[in-house]
Nanobody
Framework: QVQLVESGGGLVQAGGSLRLSCAASGLAFSTRAMGWFRQAPGKERERVAAINRSGASTYYADSVKGRFTISRDNAKNTVYLQMISLKPEDTAVYLC??????????????????WGQGAQVTVSS
């Protein structure tokens, strides 16, 4: 059974930082690119960042470039999202997702096969 479990969410003031973690089990983690998405109330799900199998290639949405960093530790089956300079508009549920084997870091949402339950991030002004 595949599980993706996010942790590290919470409440932070604008300008603050958080690091999200996503622990994966039940799948060959190192063979899959991984991504982070977010969904705010009343808004469409947004792809925030993605990372390839080795960690050498990444993708970022324009809205988070320069503030968010995605990384992974294949030995720990974990992907991270470091977030700095947080803004109130970053408030959302953040979800990690695992791509289908062979899908690249720039692949669209349809290529994500497994999803976590999400972690709430709330940024106060």
């Amino acid at each position: 059974q595949v599980q993706l479990v996010e942790s590290g969410g919470g409440l932070v003031q604008a300008g603050g930082s958080l690091r999200l973690s996503c622990a994966a089990s039940g799948l060959a983690f190192s063979t899959r690119a991984m991504g982070w998405f977010r969904q705010a109330p009343g808004k469409e799900r947004e792809r925030v960042a993605a990372i390839n199998r080795s960690g050498a290639s990444t993708y970022y949405a324009d809205s988070v470039k320069g503030r968010f960093t995605i990384s992974r530790d294949n030995a720990k089956n974990t992907v991270y999202l470091q977030m700095i300079s947080l803004k109130p508009e970053d408030t959302a549920v953040y979800l990690c997702a695992a791509m289908r084997p062979g899908a690249g870091v720039h692949s669209g949402t349809a290529n994500y096969e497994y999803w976590g339950q999400g972690a709430q991030v709330t940024v106060s002004s």
